[in-house]
């Protein structure tokens, strides 16, 4: 009851406009609810994609804290996607008490196949029961001009949103974690997405706490992010998964885990930066157990919301509140 009647005067006191509840940051459940009238479930599909910074045409062994299956290992990789999309929609419909669902491409990199290969998968997935949408995270240097027109054609008929990662603008940190590409790069591919169609949504991907950043390099991010006006920003902090090269760094006393209360403080500074009107996919990780090993207080997802509720509370802020100053 206690924690009801506070949260109940931090919706009073929230200066934020794209919320309706305390949150002082435009959360993909508040998107949602505008754009559909309900909630809506993203379904996770792996379709078995590859990615160009591990089979060697742009690099090998991927990112070094990639687990070979993405960001996150995927639980369905033997199954075709039909399959993986009925489970889905079985698991997250009571969950999430939600009858849409977005099939959502989130492993590996999921523009890089020849174009007929894609439009047979993107048009099978769009055809699913209760599809309201459709995401595909890629990389910006996997964005052929043919594959971007298709794409710009989808965004006439659903709700698309592309997902590009990038974790960080500076040059000598992607080097460092083996991205594979450059910010110049990222900024050509998000480009030519933009003009191709307005009807495009285009995420990016940040994490905080990479190897050898500081919060001003993180919040610089954050700042020129911003400048590109994305629909969406998803952030989350660097986990360590076992079996990759970032781990091996971790073993080794070469990476410590950036912690917890400076991610939160870090997150509260990036958020003000943001334009209030670009949505917050997520601020939390999906590091899985058994696999991610650290740090330990990310698997507290509530933790982390709540810490950032808490803070930007304190200290009356809010998503954008000194966005381009
Ligand atoms: S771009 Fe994604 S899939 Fe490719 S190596 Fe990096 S994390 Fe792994």
Redo the contacts with the bound molecule.
Sequence with gaps: MKSKIKANSQNVANPFVYSDTNKRYHTYDYYLKQRFGSKCAKIPIDAHMT?P??DGSKGFG??IY?SGG??GASANCCMDIEEQYKRGVELLADKWHADKYIPYLQY??NTYSPLPVLKELYEKLLKMPGAVGLNIAT?ADCLPDRTVDYLADIAERTVLTVEL?LQSIHDSTAKLINRGHTYEEFLDGYERLRHASDMINIAIHLIDGLPGEDPDMMLATAKAVGCLKPDMVKIHSLYVNKGTRLFDMYDAGEFTPIKKEEYIDILVRQLQVLPPETVIGRITGDGERGIAVAPDWAFRKVDILNGVDKKMFAENTWQGRLYGK
């Design positions: 990615c910074n591990i991927g990112c990639c993405g960001v590996h990199t990389r990662g």
